[in-house]
């Protein structure tokens, strides 16, 4: 019994040591699967977290070398990198025997951009240029900003398709401009004119001609064959035609001459066109066709077509520009009588505000702002007169002639003891420049060297023209386009010709080749259309100047309301019994002399009248009309014939001589170089007509100055 309690006590002992057994034979493996577990996901932790710094760091290493290869502002390539590429790209042309072209450019007068307006909008012109860039390049080439306003283009292919991508792209840029303008200003009047998307249609297709000559870098006369070579022609166009460009048809389709109905549909078609646009965008009178719409209205939709941002609002009025003399003359000598009407517009009249910022030395400060800021008619006292002209709040129109009055104070105003500030003048100058023979300077000289010498030319055009109070509405290559005071007018074109030779000078152009330009100077009266004066500075230019009397001349016109009143031209430099002299400043020299009061010994205007119809009996003419030039008869000794009507007309201690030299230097035509050869007795009395304009206070803006910049 007992050995049998003891046999039952070592199996139960047994049992539970194989169930202990059991138990931790258990827990051992589910720690192992828990360990194994545990190490598993400590294994995909750390996979993930690596993988995770791989991809971190490819992307840093990936961020790091597109910062190296990249410029930050635009997102081309920088130097270094397009360097790296360029030769690489430029070794695999070469092998394989392909052509490999090579585009360099940079914005003209950056600094100006940066200057005037910021950093800021000139780190939207990189970016804008950039993204224009690589839109018009996409996948044919590399572009890299390679300097501060520096562009580099390398393109590894044919140079037709070159010049084809090019083309494309400025068509491209054309098409989306017309459709803007269309869309905008004459879609809405389509269903009142007859065929208007027609119109529209062959006149923006068929007026541009692109020409691309392709040549090697060294070939002569590539420029001029491009100049010269003329295969388009415009087609011949029915029914009415536009007001401004007079061999193409105006967009209603009506032809006026046809009866009642036909008149009374172009006039509904061009008010529903202009009840879409400023009240200045076109007038009344006015029916354009597609290219001079587009034209007109492009800086409106040149945002929404190009991305361009073109800065209006801070663009002087022709009128402001006339009166910028006179407006630091009030700010200098009336400066309480100035503020008091500057407040009283304002009260008055919420739109008189119209220029923005003057852009013209010393009328930027905080004390100038108020009156140099007004819309500029508020200057003169027959346009505030004018509700179209000066328009003024409903409830102040009774207003109008307390203004006028306040405005007299300030014309009233003395200076000194006997002058007075008088009104504003009602003329500015039209400048229109441009170089002379360009293509037989760049066969004579390189296009590389004539390309140095121009871009330093343009650099020193805006600097020039601002010390001149002048803003220049284009300057670029050998074209200028400036407007400014008549004060400043004939010393700032005399400037800018010295600045064209002095440019191709600085490059190290032989002395015995002259570069020379040729300008077209108009002085209009304020209410001219501008189209009409641009159209005469082109006559001037190519008719006057370049044509008529040579190469390196400036030709003058003075355009009254009533038209032309006197017309110039002369070399720049003029050349009088062995002496030589500079044309401008004798011009100067008389007006200074015309103008001369007190002990100054001076020359008076009956004087320039008695000359002018005394010359006009001698040569035969009832009388002088502007722009004549007529021989002299052979016994008549121009020199002795000025001197003594200068005798008869100054007081006895006047420089006799040089006087007479100064009317024989202005009255005497003067060719440019290449018509210097032909022997000429022709005399003209235009420039004292010119001379005598320009001394008129009036006019001119101040009797102290003689229109030079000092």
């Known amino acids: 019994m007992h050995s049998r309690c003891a046999d039952a006590g070592r199996n139960q002992q047994a049992k539970e040591a194989q169930q202990q057994q059991q138990a931790e034979s258990t827990q051992s493996m589910w720690i192992g699967m828990l360990c194994a577990i545990v190490g598993m996901f400590a294994l995909l932790v750390t996979a993930v977290l690596l993988a995770f710094l791989l991809r971190h760091s490819f992307n840093e290493r990936r961020r790091y070398r597109r910062q190296s290869e990249r410029d930050g502002l635009t997102g081309l390539y920088n130097y270094q990198q397009v360097r790296r590429l360029g030769e690489v790209e430029y070794a695999r042309a070469r092998e394989a025997g392909r052509p490999f072209t090579a585009i360099v450019a940079d914005i003209d007068l950056f600094k100006q951009v940066n200057d005037r307006y910021g950093h800021a909008a000139g780190d939207q012109t990189l970016r804008s240029l950039g993204a224009w860039i690589k839109e018009v390049l996409g996948d044919r080439g590399i572009a890299a900003r390679s300097g501060g306003d520096e562009f580099t283009i390398l393109l590894d292919g044919d140079a037709e398709a070159v010049a084809a991508a090019s083309v494309k792209a400025f068509r491209s840029a054309w098409d989306r401009v017309c459709e803007a303008v269309w869309n905008h200003f004459v879609a809405p009047a389509e269903a009142f004119g007859d065929n208007t998307r027609q119109i529209w249609e062959r006149q923006v297709r068929a007026f541009w001609e692109v020409t691309w000559i392709v040549g090697h870098a060294d070939e002569r006369g590539l420029l001029a064959r491009r100049k010269h070579w003329r295969t388009h ?155 179209r002209l000066c328009p003024l709040d409903p409830e102040a129109s009774g207003e109008r002639h307390t203004l006028v009055g306040l405005l007299k104070t300030i014309y009233e105003k003395k200076i000194g003891t006997r002058e007075k500030i008088g009104p504003p003048p009602t003329f500015y100058g039209l400048l229109l420049a441009d170089g002379d023979r360009l293509g037989k300077l760049v066969n004579e000289l390189g296009s590389d060297h004539v390309g140095r010498a121009l871009a330093a030319f343009t650099a020193d055009v805006q600097d020039t023209v601002e010390k001149h109070d002048g803003v220049t509405i284009y300057a670029g ?234």
């Open 233 to 387: 022609w415009l087609p011949d166009e029915p029914g009415d035609k536009c007001t401004v460009m007079h061999d193409l048809q105006e967009l209603s389709g009506h032809v006026r001459a046809t009866g009642r109905e036909a008149r009374m549909a172009h006039d509904k078609f061009w008010c529903r066109v202009r009840s879409g646009m400023g009240l200045l965008d076109l007038r009344d009178d006015e029916g354009l066709c597609a290219v001079a719409l587009v034209k007109r209205m492009f800086p409106k939709v040149a945002e929404e077509a190009l991305g361009w941002r073109l800065d209006t609002a801070h663009w002087p009025s022709t009128v402001y520009v006339g009166a910028v003399p006179w407006i630091r003359r009030v700010l200098q000598h009336a400066p309480m009588e100035a503020a008091a009407y500057a407040a009283a517009v304002q009260q008055h009249a919420k739109g008189a505000l119209a220029e923005n910022s003057p852009r013209f030395q010393g009328l930027d400060s905080r004390e100038a702002n108020a009156f140099a800021c007004l819309d500029a008619n508020y200057f003169h006292t027959d346009y505030v007169a004018s509700e």
């Open 477 to 710: 290559g050998d074209d200028v386009l400036v407007v400014m005071p008549v004060a400043q007018a004939l010393a700032c074109a005399d400037a800018i010709a010295e600045s064209y030779g002095r440019a191709f000078r600085k490059v190290g152009t032989p002395q015995d080749i002259d570069p020379t330009l040729s300008a077209a100077l108009v002085l209009a009266h304020v209410r001219l259309p501008l189209s009409t004066v641009l159209a005469e500075a082109r006559r001037l230019l190519e008719k006057v100047a370049k044509d008529g009397n040579g190469r390196g001349s400036l030709a003058v016109g003075i355009y009254k309301r009533g038209g032309l009143h006197s017309q110039w031209v002369s070399a720049w430099v003029r050349t009088n019994n062995g002496r030589t002299v500079r044309a401008v400043e004798r011009l100067l020299d008389l007006t200074a002399r015309l103008r001369a009061t007190g002990s100054d010994p001076g020359l008076s205007s009956s004087l320039i009248y008695r000359i002018q119809e005394t010359l006009a009996l001698l040569c035969g003419l009832e009388r002088w009309t502007p722009g004549s030039w007529d021989d002299l008869p052979e016994k008549i000794d121009l020199r002795a014939f000025l001197r003594a009507e200068i005798v008869r007309s100054v007081r006895e201690d006047a420089p006799v001589e040089a006087f007479t030299d100064l009317l024989v230097d202005l009255v005497a035509k003067a060719p440019g170089p290449d018509h210097r050869d032909v022997e000429s007795r022709k005399t003209g009395t235009d420039a004292l007509l010119l001379a005598r304009f320009m001394a008129d206070p009036y006019h001119f803006g101040s009797r102290k100055e003689d229109g030079r910049h000092r």
